[in-house]
């Protein structure tokens, strides 16, 4: 009796050690200036990553968030980011896929220790999609939000410490649009063409660095090369492979398109992200045909990982 029992406990042991182990990598070491992939497939279950997310860490803080597509609830907290430490939520387009968790990572509004205040940003309405403040309201308004039992997040009211300041980017300018901008950071805007959906980009300028994250586009933006010019690392998806059919490639850009943007622009350093279905299976070919054009480093990401800007001096 006593030797099983010693078994039991060895192996509650073991266990706790692995799920210590594996907090461990779930976090970046480095987080001084740092792009952490949370989700990094698309919007098909079977690929079983998180869809779109992105945490960018400035100064040991989760600062910003980018898209918070289904599944980024859960790497969101892997990942130790704190919904208090954001300063930003950016939201390129509302396709599921990039902010169907939105709701629920700002539910944690209600636990937190003092009221805070955070910027939500993503692109003005077009076609059938809803601008970012309609889209708020549609989800928290008073009368008809679907979750109005969070009307509190407007204005840290009825328990919610978060008070929620949101703002519609114009998605049709052609000048970069100021985000959001404090003594750390400045976070510009451009729309970029994923088929008809509003979409954006963003551009985070730091002391340390500046990284572009591109969402879904079909690279057909000329003004997207200036807009990312100069950034240490972008952040490009890789949702389709090269013999894609022509509806895909008007959504999304293929190897061969996302290697011409990513040589023009010349960042120091390439991470890919949002595989999706066959584009995932295909990955390494579309890798081959991305590296035929642009020549510096490239990253294939996988939810969780992380991108210090350290890695642009090639210190790492
Ligand atoms: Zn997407």
């Not at 860490?57 to 898209?67: M, P, Q, T, V």
């Not at 609830?73 to 430490?85: P, V």
């Not at 000329?222 to 013999?243: H, Q, R, T, Y």
Request: with cysteine; aromatic share 8%.
């Amino acid at each position: 009796m006593k030797a099983r029992l010693n078994k039991v406990a060895l192996l509650s042991l073991s266990l706790i050690f692995s799920a210590n182990s594996l907090a461990d990598r779930l976090q970046c070491e480095n987080t001084d200036f740092t792009l952490q992939t949370l989700g990094t497939g698309g919007p098909i279950t079977d690929d079983q990553r998180a869809s779109s997310g992105e945490v960018i860490w400035l100064n040991g803080k989760s600062a910003i968030l980018i898209d918070a597509g289904g599944g980024v609830f859960l790497r969101f907290g892997q990942s130790g980011a704190r919904l208090e430490d954001l300063k930003l939520i950016g939201i390129t387009h509302f396709h599921t896929d990039h902010v169907s968790d939105l709701a629920a990572i700002l539910k944690g509004g209600y636990f937190l220790r003092k009221k805070e205040v955070i910027d939500l940003a993503g692109p003005a309405g077009g076609g059938a999609f809803p601008s970012m403040t309609q889209y708020f309201h549609d989800l928290f308004k008073k009368e008809d939000g679907a979750y109005s039992y969070l009307n509190g997040l407007y204005n840290a009211t009825d328990g919610l410490q978060l008070e929620s300041k949101v703002k519609d980017i114009d998605y049709t300018a052609t000048e970069p649009q100021l985000v959001y901008q404090d003594a750390e950071m400045k976070v510009t805007a451009l729309g970029i063409p994923h088929g008809d959906v509003p979409c954006l980009a963003f551009r985070i300028e730091t002391t340390k660095g500046t990284i572009v994250v591109s969402a879904d586009q079909n690279g057909s933006n000329k003004a997207f090369v200036p807009f990312a010019k100069g950034a240490d690392m972008l952040v490009m998806p890789l949702a389709i492979d090269e013999n894609a059919d022509t509806e895909s490639k008007f959504m999304h850009a293929a190897p061969d398109v996302v290697g011409k943007v990513a040589a023009e622009i010349n960042p120091k350093v390439l991470v890919l992200n949002h595989f999706m279905g066959k584009g995932l299976r295909l990955k390494d070919q579309s890798l081959k045909t991305v590296k035929q054009y642009y020549r510096g480093k490239v990253y294939t990401s996988r939810d969780l990982s992380c991108f210090p800007i350290s890695l642009a001096d090639g210190k790492e």
